[in-house]
């Protein structure tokens, strides 16, 4: 078995805080309809900083956190839902601000499971490729780009941040991964892109794409849906996660979950069979930030003592796609 240590980590949340008070002066909310339903308190949003900003300054703090040179880095994969560009990548983009160039850069979508997907990843390179020596995983995301202020249901949840881990080769650690998707439900969290409209378009009907009506950019979410998934899926990954290496789920020391919904957390422990204790929670703080959620929990658990050395970890996403995912991994 070959697993990965993290030897650096890093993290970057924007100076403006939005808090529950700040958004009851927008819309029909209050600090304790938002706190008793969700768990969150605040959120940082942006004050024009772009996604790929966010992701170079947790970066910058993982490497140096590393302390290794960033030319010696061979892969960047970064999860954003969240891109300043159609093209280029915030892979390319921080790859060019950190001096890794010649490195491998890569973007994926994998909505808010997408840390637990690049961290498998990074270990898969890792595993086949003996002369790859460091990888840089960052999850970057600007959420404030894409949610409608108006809305109540969906504005009081999402904020923006990053986070960022290095990574190297560990033949002594433990890992393992449960992953999947069900695009069958990919019609209950969404935010739309571009439609094509040329000069020579003469079909304006809508497309059946199976999904809600309206062109909006803004996220889209069927929250009674989205529950039902997070709730039964969360358990699920976890225990195929930690079955694979024969391990029981309440041998873990600590599970990192997507920050989310405290409600959607303490359900899915309570199916587990396992005290809250042993779920890191910060979306008090930053609210669901999607990929970049884990990650920035697992920095503030590395930071504040609450995730060490030789610990077993799970860290676990679900989000639009839907995807979900699982690792464990010995810290």
Not at 13 to 38: A, F, G, H, K, Y
Not at 67 to 76: E, H, N, V
Not at 111 to 138: Q, S
Request: aromatic fraction near 8%; proline fraction near 3%; glycine fraction near 8%.
């Amino acid at each position: 078995m070959t697993g990965v240590n993290i030897i650096g980590a890093g993290k970057y949340v924007p100076d403006l805080v939005l808090t529950n008070e700040m958004l009851s002066q927008i819309v029909d909310t209050n600090d304790e309809w938002i706190t008793t339903r969700t768990g969150i308190k605040s959120r940082h949003i942006t004050n024009g900083e772009p996604t790929f900003h966010l992701g170079v300054m947790s970066a910058k703090e993982a490497i140096k956190d590393a302390g290794i040179d960033p030319k010696d880095i061979g892969l960047i994969i970064v999860t954003t839902i969240t891109n300043d560009f159609s093209t280029p990548s915030v892979a390319c983009l921080i790859q060019r601000e950190i001096g890794a160039i010649g490195s491998m850069a890569i973007d994926i979508n994998c909505a808010c499971a997408g840390f637990v997907y690049a961290f498998d990843m990074a270990k898969r390179y890792l595993e086949t490729d003996k002369n790859l020596k460091y990888v840089l995983v960052v999850s970057a995301e600007e959420l404030s780009k894409i949610t409608d202020y108006t809305d109540r249901s969906t504005c009081v949840l999402f904020g923006d941040g990053a986070a960022a881990v290095v990574l190297e080769r560990d033949e002594n650690k433990i890992f393992s991964s449960y992953l999947g998707a069900d695009g069958t439900g990919a019609e209950y969290l969404l935010a739309r892109s571009y439609n094509s409209e040329t000069p020579f378009t003469t079909n304006f009907n809508r497309f059946d794409d199976k999904m809600p009506d309206g062109n909006s950019h803004y996220l889209f979410q069927n929250g009674k849906e989205v529950y039902k998934f997070a709730t039964k899926t969360l358990p699920v990954a976890v225990k195929e996660s930690c079955k694979k290496i024969g391990l029981a789920p309440d041998e873990l020391d600590v599970i990192i979950p997507h920050q989310a919904n405290v409600r959607i957390i303490e359900t899915a422990a309570k199916n587990l069979g396992i005290s809250m204790d042993k779920f890191y929670i910060n979306l008090q703080n930053h609210g669901n930030t999607s990929s970049a959620s884990i990650p920035l929990a697992l920095y503030d658990a590395i930071k504040d003592g609450s995730l060490k050395r030789g610990d077993k970890a799970c860290i676990v996403g679900f989000g639009a796609g839907l995807t979900y995912g699982g690792i464990v991994f010995e810290f």
